[in-house]
């Protein structure tokens, strides 16, 4: 069963004024990252080394968007949502939530693991910031894309392709920074782009979805999987179960 590494302790993240990018070390961690796909950890220490202020530009665009101002005035903490199992396997068969239950069965991540990982790398649960608030909301929906995209979280092509997707959607340049990584790695074992081309498709896919950071997610779970993705406009992803057929034929499904 697939884990999240433990990080080591890092100081608090200042949501008011952002550090400047550190490449230095988003590189390190990358290094780290993609010898180990399961350390976690390294994902939120390029993100706070790259995203600048990420979590406050999409934050003002919420504040611009039909709901978005209801969403921020409300600040729903969705990890706390999202680990209320009674609420999840309420939820009827077909619906966005029997997925994520599955998804949580499976392999068995939850909403407070990320939480702890994201705490010790600086992206404090109790910090009252409306930026802090929707970093947190841009953490704790993680998961549930892997949900809406089909792109599996146990494997580093399900995760470097929802990279992609998440680039086209946030802006934030840590994650166009980890799916180059990935795509190339995948390159030089390889010898084949088509960890690329999926890596690609899920960038494309993502600037065609809807804008998945204004979702009222506690809605959203209880709508039918196939009938969110048609209204969010998620198209099927074609390359991405090619890649995972060739990779698995050439027994290297794991790189």
Known sequence: ???????????PINWVQPQPRDWGTALRALIRLLRDADDTAQVFRIMRALNGDIAGRNYRKLLTVPEGGRLAYQRVELAQRFSDRA??????????AAAYREFLDRTGYSAQGLVD???AEGIAQSVEHPHAWFGRRERDIHDIWHILTGYQADEPLGEACLVGFSYAQTGGLGWAFIGAGAALKSLRITGKRTFLRAVIEGYRRGKRAAWLSAEDYEALMTEPLDAARRRLNIAEPVIYRQAQRELADAGLAGI
């Open 1 to 11: 069963m697939a884990t999240r590494a433990q990080p080591v302790e890092q100081a």
């Open 117 to 119: 990982l994201s705490t």
């Open 87 to 96: 609420w999840i396997d309420s939820l009827p068969a077909g619906t966005v």
